[in-house]
């Protein structure tokens, strides 16, 4: 059974940081690509960044020069570290994957979900 569950979410301040993790099991990871999305309400869901096993990456606009994502194969986790928070960065962050060759942005493409974890960032 395919399972992703997401950790590290929380509130913090304007300009600060949070590493958010994904574990990932009960699928073959190499065979994978894995991203992060995130939604506020009433809004469509945002491609934040997604990475491959052999460490390729792509980011959504929002994200570019402030997070980074990153995998650990061995503990078949993913990361995303983020800097330089701001109060638009508040939404749900969810994990994703899905088993096509495909550095995808668009969230249909995506067979499994998390559950997400909260972001809130105070001004």
């Known amino acids: 059974q395919v399972r992703l569950v997401e950790s590290g979410g929380g509130s913090v301040q304007s300009g600060e940081s949070l590493r958010l993790s994904c574990e990932a099991s009960?699928?073959?990871?190499?065979?994978?690509?894995m991203a992060w999305f995130r939604q506020t309400p009433g809004k469509e869901r945002e491609a934040v960044a997604v990475?491959?096993?052999?460490?390729?990456?792509k980011y959504g606009g929002s994200a570019q020069g402030r997070f980074t994502v990153s995998l650990d194969n061995d503990k078949n986790t993913m990361y995303l570290q983020m800097a330089t928070l701001q109060p638009e960065d508040t939404a749900v962050y969810y994990c994703?994957?899905?088993?096509?060759?495909?550095?995808?942005?668009?969230?249909?493409?995506?067979?499994?979900w998390g559950r997400g974890t909260q972001v809130t960032v105070a001004s």
């Open positions: 009960g699928f073959t990871f190499e065979k994978y690509v």
């Open positions: 994703a994957a899905h088993n096509e060759p495909i550095l995808s942005l668009i969230p249909q493409r995506y067979t499994f």
């Open positions: 990475i491959n096993y052999v460490h390729h990456s």
